[in-house]
């Protein structure tokens, strides 16, 4: 592995390490969408699915991460469109259809 690479890996790994989710946002979220309004969570399970919410991200961004290196180290444009090409500079950028593009086999994995 190239020094670039593994610094790469390391930042990433460290941002990931930093992000949560806020459990009483996410307490509020589940609360706002329950059909009965006596119906309680509990903090484990509020903090279980913080859990999962943060794997589930990280994954996304990892696999998004992954699709656009592979991407740019065969020189490849983005859907076949001729407007957005990846370059190794473009493949540390992220946008929507990036991840829209990783999203069907993301979603079946979990």
Do not use: C
Request: aromatic residues 6%; without cysteine; glycine residues 2%.
């Amino acid at each position: 592995m190239s020094s670039d690479s593994e610094s790469s890996e390391a930042s990433s790994e460290a941002a990931a390490a930093v992000v949560s989710f806020n459990s009483k946002t996410l307490a509020r979220l589940f609360a706002e969408h329950f059909e009965r309004p006596d119906t309680r969570i509990s903090a484990s399970a509020v903090e279980a699915s913080a859990e999962y919410l943060r794997i589930f991200t990280r994954e996304a961004i990892w696999r998004t991460d992954k699709a656009l290196k592979d991407a740019a180290a065969a020189g490849e444009r983005v859907d076949g469109k001729q407007t957005r090409r990846i370059t190794p500079s473009r493949a540390r950028m992220m946008e929507a259809e990036d991840l829209e593009r990783i999203a069907g086999t993301l979603v079946l994995d979990f």
